[in-house]
């Protein structure tokens, strides 16, 4: 690639110049004046630059409830009536569309450039498809009032938006003319010759072609993606920065929904907008790529790294929709693309980006052979309207995919370059507090928008920290969670909680198990954990069979793209083998459970395979018991004098217990460090529980003086329960005998009496 020619040396000097200018960085002292701003475009039209020549429909989304299994994993149903026929559209939120630290980058009049961090909603862009028909598209957001986006249902594409000064939801469903979604003839300007030369640049990169294909089978992978607005497309949209985004958001949405079908989430975080004037020029579309990749490496990846960069342009190429690097993702000078946009049909956009985007990942433009159940796919040379990739792209994106190691992040890991920033939510230095946006600080009764401490307040936050004042010391911060863990207590000094300490590894507990961890270890507890309180560890068999087989039921760890069979002395150190099962449990995504019957015991287990990033609940954990005087670590059974430490009970005088910080935590009455004194009891790490001893024997002396007035009252009522009973029986058995009657037998009664 370093034989290709530049467009200009003027575009590369004009950069190193825009370069040593200053960055103007800002922080808006009004995080939400761009939802504001963004809120006033409910009489916008998301897609409002298509044209239609068919009239709209006016349909009202209805809310159906009651599909519980559906609700339950996030997502909604709406029903709606268009087309003479009632559709159901099932849709979910797309949490992770843009970053939470997600930038748009501007240019002065000066050319400084200028650097926001708006506060983005990032729950209300949704993905689905239409009940009924899984190759259906819905891409849309509620963030502006109403559904605005695409509906693409049996190959024909609706646009629907809010209708203007509607009190009922009413909407207007569009349409879209095939005119308007195949709109011309045009083509990917990827050429054999620039897929040839990125192959050789990914052969000639050693560090890429050796990357071994440990856990590369994701099941879900995400790419960070930046994006470039050029100066025509800003123009475009009358310098409205605010239309940007949203077209931004929108197309973005869009593409996520095409990639769903690889578990590919694509993240934004962050715009640059040439609002001023371009930084690139090029004769022709793949002169401009290059010079884009070249501006990007120099500038753009210092601002906002990436997997993927692109730009979107409102030039017209002549054929010409878009070009982007065969297999540039994750290598800085080459994941890049760009990508015209001229008219408003987002539809189309978004087909297009995700064509050249499916460049980056490694696809190449389908041949006769490729199928994907239409006549072309997403990945022919012509653009065609299909979302669905073929046979071949499949096999493109596998292949590329286990050496992107840029795509093997996990979700918690996106978007952790952050600035420091007053309003986000998150406390840094120098900073007392920070209660996030407006409307939460408003609430606050502690901390101010200046992310300071309001008058009176001593602290706004931290398990030691109640209403605004920090608690005092010997108060329970972190109490205990199991037979493994040690309380901390507040030191009075501080609202942060002191640092959880635990049991040191190998402590002895229950049923002959060692701590480890924090946790108590056992292979009876982990089946009843797994398959319920039935059910319990198999017999010695169990183990040696499927351990030894160093498959995905029974092994002893992973290595590289190969599972470890487990040695004679480690079998029970493997996975865990479980008997005595009465129910199938229910396990996330992707996990299987198995039996094997063997020698009249049926032994049952589950799986863990390569990718999967859930935690495997089936392997047995490290400090469990292996044999006498024997643990499992790291699925060895090893000798627990592996275990040395200078903390013994005998260091502790007898009168505590060892942390995993090899400090004595000392019993109730005894004085850390080395609990010979007397004193409050815990250690040097844990805080000093009950501080107040004095108030603490007050509350001692209150509660027996209770128990003893108690103890006298019942004793008093006692015996005047005893006396009112003697009192009311004495004269009871004073009384005459009262004579009874007796009956004759013609009936009439005579008085009985007893004679001297």
Not at 168 to 177: A, I, P, S
Not at 359 to 375: A, K, P, V, Y
Not at 407 to 416: A, F, L, Q, R, V
Request: proline share 4%; charged share 20%.
């Amino acid at each position: 690639m370093q034989t290709t020619q530049r467009a200009s040396s003027f575009a590369a000097t004009e950069d190193n110049i825009a370069m040593d200018k200053a960055v103007v960085y800002t922080r808006i002292p009004h995080l939400y004046l761009w939802l504001e701003i963004l809120n006033i475009l409910s009489s916008w039209l998301l897609t409002g630059y298509a044209q239609h020549t068919s009239l709209p429909e006016v349909v009202i989304p209805l809310r159906v409830t009651g599909n519980r299994p559906m609700w339950a994993m996030g997502w909604l149903t709406y029903s709606l009536h268009f087309g003479g026929q009632k559709h159901f559209i099932h849709i979910k939120a797309k949490k992770f569309l843009v970053s939470r630290l997600f930038s748009v980058f501007t240019y002065t009049k000066q050319g400084a450039l200028h650097k926001d961090q708006p506060y983005v909603q990032n729950d209300c862009y949704y993905h689905g498809h239409m009940d009924g028909d899984p190759e259906s598209m819905v891409a849309i957001t509620t963030c502006y009032g109403g559904f605005q986006g695409i509906l693409q249902i049996n190959g024909t594409v609706y646009e629907i938006k809010p209708k203007n000064l509607s009190s009922t939801f009413e909407h207007l469903v569009h349409k879209m003319d095939s005119e308007e979604t195949e709109l011309y003839p045009m083509r990917c300007a990827l050429t054999e010759e620039i897929a040839k030369q990125m192959k050789l640049q990914q052969n000639e990169n050693p560090t890429l072609m050796q990357s071994h294909y440990e856990g590369w089978w994701t099941h879900r992978s995400f790419l960070d993606l930046a994006l470039v607005v050029d100066c025509e497309r800003v123009h475009y949209h009358n310098n409205n920065t605010s239309h940007v985004l949203v077209e931004v958001f929108t197309i973005v949405n869009i593409i996520n929904n095409i990639y769903e079908t690889l578990d590919v989430e694509l993240v934004l975080l962050g715009v640059e907008m040439w609002n001023e004037k371009n930084h690139v020029q090029g004769r022709n579309i793949n002169e401009f790529l290059v010079e884009f990749c070249d501006w990007k490496a120099r500038s753009l990846n210092f601002r906002i790294p990436n997997d993927i960069a692109h730009i979107f342009v409102n030039l017209d190429f002549q054929i010409y929709l878009g070009v982007a690097y065969v297999g540039g993702v994750c290598l800085p000078s080459y994941n890049c693309g760009v990508d015209c946009l001229l008219g408003g049909n987002l539809f189309y956009f978004g087909h297009i980006i995700a064509h050249e985007i499916g460049h980056n990942l490694g696809m190449e433009h389908d041949s006769s052979s490729c199928t994907c159940g239409r006549n072309v796919c997403l990945m022919a040379p012509a653009d065609n309207g299909i979302s669905k990739f073929s046979n071949c792209s499949y096999s493109y994106f596998w292949t590329k995919y286990p050496t992107a190691k840029c795509m093997h992040k996990e979700k918690k890991s996106i978007g952790i370059l952050r600035g420091k920033l007053c309003g986000d939510g998150v406390v840094d230095d120098g900073e007392q507090c920070d209660c996030g946006s407006a409307k939460n600080c408003a609430d606050d009764p502690c901390c101010k928008r200046s992310c300071t401490l309001k008058d009176g307040a001593a602290c706004a936050f931290g398990l030691c920290c109640k209403y605004c004042q920090i608690m005092e010391a010997g108060t329970v911060c972190r109490k205990r969670d199991n037979e493994c863990d040690l309380p901390e207590w507040c030191n009075g000094h501080s609202h942060k909680c002191p640092n959880d300490v635990y049991l040191l590894d190998g402590s002895p507990c229950r049923d002959g198990g060692y701590c480890y961890e924090k946790r108590c270890n056992n292979r009876d507890k982990q089946c009843k954990q797994i398959f319920g309180k039935e059910a319990r560890s198999a017999d010695h068999s169990c183990y040696r069979e499927l351990n030894t087989q160093g498959d995905r039921f029974g092994n002893c760890g992973m290595i590289r793209d190969a599972y470890l069979r487990c040695h004679d002395p480690d079998i029970l150190c493997g996975r865990v083998q479980c008997e005595n099962v009465t129910r199938i449990p229910f396990l996330r995504d992707h996990s299987t459970v198995h039996w094997t019957h063997l020698n009249g015991v049926t032994c049952w287990g589950t799986d863990y395979h390569f990718g999967m990033t859930i935690p495997d609940i089936g392997i047995v954990k490290d400090g469990t018991d292996c044999g006498p005087e024997h643990v499992c670590i790291n699925k060895k059974c090893v000798s627990k004098p592996i275990w040395t430490s200078q903390c013994s009970p005998t260091t502790c005088s007898m009168k505590g217990v060892c942390n995993n910080l090899h400090h004595c935590h000392c019993n109730r009455g005894w004085d850390p460090p080395h609990c010979l004194k007397s004193g409050l009891g815990g250690s040097i790490d844990s805080g000093p529980p009950n501080y107040n001893e004095k108030k603490h024997k007050k509350s001692i002396g209150l509660v027996s003086l209770f128990w003893i007035l108690f103890a006298c009252f019942s004793i008093l009522f006692i015996l005047f329960l005893f006396f009112l009973r003697s009192y009311i029986e004495l004269p009871m058995s004073e009384e005459p005998k009262v004579p009874t009657p007796e009956k004759k037998e013609d009936g009439n009664d005579v008085m009985n009496t007893e004679k001297e």
